[in-house]
């Protein structure tokens, strides 16, 4: 075996959208593993898709000084929006944002990332990745929350966290659906076949909404694959469906989980 091809003889599941589980997938059989995809949800826009405008045109016309993202999707999504309305005044959004002032927050390292792609920056971004610690984060604002406007960009479902946080602290606190997240009810084909006779070493699972929906797919099938966790976070809601989780990434990166699937590998190689 190469020591650059570690995870040769190694079977990895990746379950996030398919176009994401691919990026993933190159990456991992660069080192060797066999790679499936089956994702657990399914990215669709939001089923009122005129709140998301008004939302946006709110922003457009001043009326939230800071915006939240917890997702790529969200990201996606609410930027296709305010594109669409910027374009009327001839502003690009990074350019809006400036003359109104609105500063925005992100959950997670790909988040940040995909409003960077766009020319936003954050003006919050907390270590680690999740909806408490970006709550703690606007928390330490101190006197200056109480005039924030805050708009956040969500899924159809997920934490309240921020919002339970937040709400009573700041001038205005609302939450708008950009896009729709969905369980998957089917598997890909092969995915069963391979699971039932054992043959998926690793799972990886980035959300915990993606680990609840996996856990309801895979029914029988359940422990007859370890999952890998992006979080702790994820880890327990892998936990609470009875699922057996190997590891979970020192940090909620996608270059930390690879690094977790590569030790896990090496363990389960040496157990063979």
């Given at each position: 075996?190469?020591?650059?091809?570690?995870?040769?003889?190694?079977?990895?599941?990746?379950?996030?959208?398919?176009?994401?589980?691919?990026?993933?997938?190159?990456?991992?059989?660069?080192?060797?593993?066999?790679?499936?995809?089956?994702?657990?949800?399914?990215?669709?826009?939001?089923?009122?898709?005129?709140?998301?405008?008004?939302?946006?045109?709110?922003?457009?016309?001043?009326?939230?000084?800071?915006?939240?993202?917890?997702?790529?999707?969200?990201?996606?999504?609410?930027?296709?929006?305010?594109?669409?309305?910027?374009?009327?005044?001839?502003?690009?959004?990074?350019?809006?944002?400036?003359t109104?002032?609105?500063?925005?927050?992100?959950?997670?390292?790909?988040?940040?990332?995909?409003?960077?792609e766009?020319?936003?920056?954050?003006?919050?971004?907390?270590?680690?990745?999740?909806?408490?610690?970006?709550a703690?984060?606007?928390?330490?604002?101190?006197?200056?929350?109480?005039?924030?406007?805050?708009?956040?960009?969500?899924?159809?479902?997920?934490?309240?966290?921020?919002?339970?946080?937040?709400?009573?602290?700041?001038?205005?606190?609302?939450?708008?659906?950009?896009?729709?997240?969905?369980?998957?009810?089917?598997?890909?084909?092969?995915?069963?076949?391979?699971?039932?006779?054992?043959?998926?070493?690793?799972?990886?699972?980035?959300?915990?909404?993606?680990?609840?929906?996996?856990?309801?797919?895979?029914g029988?099938?359940?422990?007859?694959?370890?999952?890998l966790?992006?979080?702790?976070q994820?880890?327990?809601?892998?936990?609470?469906?009875?699922?057996t989780?190997?590891?979970?990434?020192?940090?909620?990166?996608?270059?930390?989980?690879?690094?977790?699937?590569?030790?896990?590998?090496?363990?389960?190689?040496?157990?063979?």
């Amino acid at each position: 075996m190469s020591k650059q091809r570690p995870l040769e003889e190694i079977t990895v599941l990746a379950t996030r959208a398919r176009a994401d589980s691919e990026k993933l997938c190159a990456q991992l059989e660069a080192l060797g593993a066999q790679t499936l995809i089956q994702p657990g949800i399914e990215i669709l826009p939001a089923e009122d898709p005129e709140a998301l405008h008004d939302a946006c045109r709110a922003v457009v016309n001043g009326q939230f000084n800071w915006l939240v993202f917890s997702s790529v999707n969200g990201v996606r999504y609410a930027l296709a929006k305010l594109k669409e309305l910027c374009a009327s005044s001839a502003q690009d959004v990074d350019e809006t944002f400036t003359t109104l002032g609105v500063r925005c927050a992100a959950v997670g390292a790909k988040t940040s990332q995909a409003l960077r792609e766009e020319k936003i920056e954050c003006a919050l971004e907390p270590r680690d990745f999740n909806a408490q610690a970006l709550a703690e984060s606007f928390l330490a604002l101190g006197e200056s929350l109480s005039s924030a406007r805050i708009l956040s960009f969500r899924a159809n479902r997920g934490s309240q966290t921020l919002a339970d946080a937040l709400r009573e602290r700041v001038a205005r606190f609302e939450e708008v659906t950009a896009y729709r997240s969905v369980d998957a009810t089917h598997y890909a084909p092969g995915i069963e076949t391979a699971l039932r006779h054992g043959r998926v070493d690793f799972t990886l699972v980035m959300s915990s909404a993606t680990g609840y929906a996996l856990c309801k797919l895979f029914g029988d099938n359940l422990n007859k694959t370890r999952f890998l966790a992006l979080s702790e976070q994820i880890a327990h809601a892998l936990r609470q469906c009875g699922a057996t989780v190997a590891g979970v990434a020192q940090e909620a990166t996608t270059e930390s989980l690879i690094a977790l699937t590569v030790e896990q590998g090496k363990r389960l190689k040496r157990t063979r």
